[in-house]
């Protein structure tokens, strides 16, 4: 049985185009540490502010150096909507909404992650540049979905 040139052509053209979208997605997880969301942490959205874990939203310097920011979400703002880090220090965000889906994206950074009620969001992220950096909600959630955001400040010498 013979193959048509052509048709071996493109039969081998889906195998690349395939390997391809492959090893994108491989070199940008290495890369740009593009990751799934880490862990599955489950949280009443109804009770989110009396919950000891968010109950104090913020900055908290870690005993290891390291900082955590926990910011809650709801229509249509971030709760603080400011917060201070320091630059070259890992920052860990936890987050979860009181409502419904919000976007949680920090602009022109890999930090982007959906903010789901029911469960706490959780990335680790190092600011290298000081400056004030815009968060984004970039899950539409309602009316005010475009004026839902926050900031950043990272501070450190330049
Ligand atoms: Cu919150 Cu869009």
């Given amino acids: 049985m013979t193959v048509d040139p052509y048709e071996k052509f493109w039969m081998w053209m889906a195998g690349v185009i395939v390997a391809t979208?492959?090893?994108?997605?491989?070199y940008t997880a290495r890369a740009y540490t593009l990751q799934p969301p880490s862990h599955v942490e489950t949280?009443?959205?109804?009770?989110?502010m009396q919950d000891p874990r968010f109950a104090t939203p913020g900055v908290t310097a870690?005993?290891?150096?390291?900082?955590?920011v926990v910011m809650v979400g709801l229509r249509f703002s971030w709760l603080p909507p400011e917060v201070h880090v320091r630059a070259r220090t890992p920052v860990t965000f936890r987050l979860t909404?009181?409502?419904?889906?919000?976007?949680?994206?920090?602009?022109?950074t890999n930090a982007n992650t959906m903010v789901v009620p029911g469960y706490v969001s959780q990335f680790t992220t190092t600011f290298d540049k000081p400056g004030k950096y815009l968060v984004a909600?970039?899950?539409?959630?309602?009316?005010?979905?475009?004026?839902?955001q926050a900031a950043i400040v990272v501070e450190g010498a330049p």
Wanted: aromatic share 6%.
């Fill in 21 to 26: 979208f492959i090893g994108t997605i491989a």
């Fill in 43 to 48: 949280i009443d959205p109804a009770q989110v």
């Fill in 62 to 68: 870690l005993p290891d150096g390291r900082q955590q």
């Fill in 97 to 108: 909404s009181m409502d419904v889906i919000h976007g949680f994206e920090v602009a022109g």
């Fill in 137 to 148: 909600c970039n899950e539409f959630c309602g009316d005010g979905h475009h004026l839902m």
